[in-house]
């Protein structure tokens, strides 16, 4: 109501809702893209598993079309139901692990990462070839050298070849401050070459391969 009453359209609608079924037909509009270039559709967010039972929805319609569906998630679901019901729908999944210690995770994501790491040990155990861990760069928190190769030995133990590294984007700084939010983190350099190279040595040095952030055939789904 607003959106429409505003005389100087301050106001947008960001975001619309869909039911599943309708949802799959927008989407399958796209199906010769997906087919051209070896795609589908991803499941990103925020965090979609917050929603399992849409997204178990979603990906089981468009996983019976022949859609492939990759999912990005931070770890943090019900590993039982999410093996028994989103998974078997999946092609493959982008798991983002950002701290090793219990207690930095505490401080920096609001929760331990006990949770995430069951739910990789999981998923590594269960669908290791679906799998790729993906490590946000962030500088001064996610980047340092102890906490990368930390991280290394909890992937190497777990037995998977290769990670992807996010460097870090600050373009969300411009965002924050447009709402009015406060800064708690206010790194607004892109990171270099040369510091995501350092990054990405900590794991070679551990014998994980590092792959480009997206993955090979999945980088070309569409969200």
């Given at each position: 109501a607003?959106?429409?009453?505003?005389?100087?359209?301050?106001?947008?609608?960001?975001?619309?809702?869909?039911?599943?079924?309708?949802?799959v037909?927008?989407?399958?509009?796209?199906?010769p893209?997906?087919e051209?270039?070896?795609g589908?559709?991803?499941?990103?967010?925020?965090e979609?598993?917050?929603h399992?039972?849409?997204?178990?929805g979603?990906?089981?319609r468009?996983a019976?079309r022949?859609?492939h569906v990759?999912?990005?998630t931070?770890?943090?679901f019900?590993?039982?139901?999410?093996?028994?019901?989103?998974l078997?729908h999946?092609?493959?999944v982008?798991?983002?692990?950002?701290?090793?210690?219990?207690a930095d995770?505490?401080r920096?994501a609001?929760?331990?990462?006990?949770?995430?790491?069951?739910?990789?040990?999981?998923?590594?155990?269960?669908?290791?070839?679906?799998?790729?861990?993906?490590v946000?760069?962030v500088?001064r928190?996610t980047?340092?050298?102890?906490n990368?190769r930390?991280?290394a030995?909890v992937?190497?133990?777990?037995?998977?070849p290769?990670?992807?590294l996010?460097?870090y984007?600050p373009?969300?700084?411009?965002k924050?401050?447009a709402?009015g939010l406060?800064?708690?983190?206010?790194?607004?350099a892109?990171?270099s070459?040369?510091d995501?190279?350092h990054c990405a040595d900590?794991?070679?040095a551990?014998?994980i391969a590092?792959?480009?952030?997206a993955g090979?055939?999945?980088n070309?789904n569409?969200?």
């Amino acid at each position: 109501a607003c959106v429409s009453a505003c005389p100087a359209a301050a106001r947008r609608i960001a975001g619309t809702a869909w039911e599943p079924d309708a949802l799959v037909e927008l989407l399958l509009r796209d199906l010769p893209l997906y087919e051209a270039s070896g795609g589908g559709v991803t499941l990103s967010g925020g965090e979609a598993t917050l929603h399992l039972d849409f997204a178990a929805g979603l990906a089981a319609r468009l996983a019976g079309r022949g859609v492939h569906v990759l999912l990005e998630t931070c770890g943090w679901f019900d590993g039982g139901r999410f093996e028994q019901e989103l998974l078997p729908h999946l092609g493959a999944v982008f798991f983002d692990l950002k701290i090793a210690d219990p207690a930095d995770h505490l401080r920096f994501a609001g929760r331990d990462n006990a949770r995430i790491l069951d739910n990789l040990a999981r998923l590594a155990r269960v669908a290791p070839e679906r799998l790729l861990v993906r490590v946000p760069l962030v500088p001064r928190i996610t980047d340092s050298t102890a906490n990368l190769r930390a991280l290394a030995d909890v992937v190497r133990v777990l037995g998977l070849p290769r990670v992807a590294l996010l460097p870090y984007n600050p373009l969300w700084l411009p965002k924050r401050r447009a709402l009015g939010l406060d800064l708690p983190y206010d790194h607004d350099a892109w990171m270099s070459e040369g510091d995501v190279e350092h990054c990405a040595d900590v794991f070679r040095a551990a014998r994980i391969a590092v792959v480009g952030g997206a993955g090979d055939r999945t980088n070309r789904n569409h969200r």
